[in-house]
């Protein structure tokens, strides 16, 4: 079992940068793939970006990956999700989410952290 707390959240003007923490719990959370989705007002949950155990990342678009970046900390059981430039539609809940290198979906999520942008 992994259990993922997410924090960093809050609410910031737009132009401003965040950094979302995903804490996880477990021995072997070096070999879980790590990833970012999001949830907007009245849209459905979508994929930010993805980091793999061996640290290859993948973004939502070519256009996100300017301004957002995904990392690791192994060593700290940690994944997080720096976002520079923030724009009123960035606004959502951010969620953290684990699954094992071989698994085709994801396994654990967390509770996620509200991001709003003010305009």
């Known amino acids: 079992q992994v259990q993922l707390v997410e924090s960093g959240g809050g609410l910031v003007q737009a132009g401003g940068s965040l950094r979302l923490s995903c804490a996880a719990s477990g021995r072997t959370f070096s070999s879980y793939d790590m990833g970012w989705f999001r949830q907007a007002p009245g849209k459905e949950r979508e994929f930010v970006a993805r980091?793999?155990?061996?640290?290859?990342?993948?973004y939502k678009s070519d256009s996100l990956k300017g301004r957002f970046t995904i990392s690791r900390d192994n060593a700290n059981n940690a994944a997080y999700l720096q976002i520079n430039s923030l724009k009123p539609e960035n606004t959502a809940v951010y969620y953290c989410?684990?699954?094992?290198?071989?698994?085709?979906?994801?396994?654990?999520w967390g509770q996620g952290t509200q991001v709003t942008v003010s305009s």
């Open positions: 989410a684990a699954k094992r290198w071989e698994e085709l979906t994801w396994e654990y």
């Open positions: 980091i793999t155990w061996s640290g290859g990342s993948i």
